[in-house]
């Protein structure tokens, strides 16, 4: 305490920089925290935070006796995985790709076209998926009609889903982690290239020799960066598109979903929380051990 007293007198104009910071992450990050409580009781709302009856871990021994969070849990892990490997190694492939088109006319026109679905928001995807595939004027199921084949009621089969999802998230996301790749390859020397031409080496060697082995870092940190969010489904992504269809629940079903009808559908706040505890507490042990075994591998490419 007296070190930072210390510090304090001697950095006062910087730390009253970062004061707005502090102050900010201490009312929206750790004051908020209190709430956890919620995940210990049978909330009652006539008793708010602490009037609640206290029911200790009964929350989550119902969670996993019921197999609730296993689904959970499996849905959201499986969907994640599919969103950060195929995401980062699609981005990664166009960014090669782009780097190495010699127009920069049509280089920076496909930037940009890729680039825009970044900001579409997720109740325009949600709108664009129901217009696609509803069984009555869907565009898929219009093509089959007039193809003479019998329609696909999509909203009552779970299997395609999880195609769809994955393609829409990867979809949005493409422009966005490519420019992220294409500013890792512009970091790249270009001597390394001219050397690698000078001995005879085709673009393809180029790329695989140079080009991908100097990319890992940034590949491994987007990685690492990711998993923090494993648990964390994309709420809006999910829902925009699934809504509240129980019958896609099966398949489509995450613990920010779960968490949503939690707390304004059932009105189970004790419940929810619990959900939402798990989901954080698992996050950070996942990736505590990622980054633990990163760093015993290539300490290099650790975030700590």
């Known amino acids: 305490m007296i070190t930072l007293l210390k510090d304090f007198r001697a950095n006062r104009v910087l730390w009253l920089m970062i004061l707005p910071a502090l102050l900010f992450f201490a009312v929206f990050s750790y004051l908020p925290?209190?709430?956890?409580?919620?995940?210990?009781?049978?909330?009652?709302?006539?008793?708010?935070?602490?009037?609640?009856?206290?029911?200790?871990?009964?929350?989550?021994?119902?969670?996993?006796?019921?197999?609730?969070?296993?689904?959970?849990?499996?849905?959201?892990?499986?969907?994640?995985?599919?969103?950060?490997?195929?995401?980062?190694?699609?981005?990664?492939?166009?960014?090669?790709?782009?780097?190495?088109?010699?127009?920069?006319?049509?280089?920076?026109?496909?930037?940009?076209?890729?680039?825009?679905?970044?900001?579409?928001?997720?109740?325009?995807?949600?709108?664009?998926?129901?217009?696609?595939?509803?069984?009555?004027?869907?565009?898929?199921?219009?093509?089959?009609?007039?193809?003479?084949?019998?329609?696909?009621?999509?909203?009552?089969?779970?299997?395609?889903?999880?195609?769809?999802i994955v393609f829409f998230h990867v979809w949005k996301g493409l422009g966005y982690g490519t420019v992220i790749y294409l500013a890792a390859i512009m970091s790249i020397s270009d001597e390394y290239h001219e050397a690698a031409k000078i001995d005879g080496a085709n673009i393809f060697q180029r790329i695989r020799h140079i080009t991908l082995p100097l990319l890992v870092p940034t590949f491994i940190l987007l990685i690492l960066l990711s998993l923090g969010g494993i648990l964390k489904g994309q709420f809006d992504l999910f829902y925009q598109i699934i809504g509240n269809n129980g019958m896609l629940f099966d398949s489509t079903d995450i613990i920010d979903t779960y968490v949503y009808r939690s707390l304004t559908i059932n009105f189970d706040m004790g419940m929810g929380t619990a959900a939402g505890l798990y989901q954080s507490f698992f996050g950070f042990l996942l990736v505590m051990v990622v980054n633990y075994g990163i760093k015993k591998a290539r300490s290099d490419y650790a975030l700590f």
């Open 33 to 164: 925290m209190a709430g956890v409580y919620y995940a210990f009781t049978n909330y009652r709302f006539d008793g708010g935070l602490f009037g609640s009856p206290f029911v200790g871990m009964q929350n989550f021994k119902f969670l996993f006796e019921s197999g609730v969070l296993y689904n959970l849990t499996k849905n959201t892990i499986l969907y994640n995985l599919a969103f950060i490997l195929l995401g980062n190694a699609l981005q990664l492939l166009c960014a090669v790709f782009l780097s190495e088109l010699p127009g920069k006319l049509f280089k920076k026109t496909t930037q940009s076209v890729m680039f825009l679905p970044f900001f579409i928001s997720f109740v325009l995807v949600g709108a664009f998926v129901f217009n696609l595939f509803n069984s009555d004027t869907g565009v898929v199921n219009t093509v089959l009609k007039q193809l003479g084949l019998p329609p696909y009621d999509f909203y009552l089969n779970t299997e395609p889903w999880k195609y769809i």
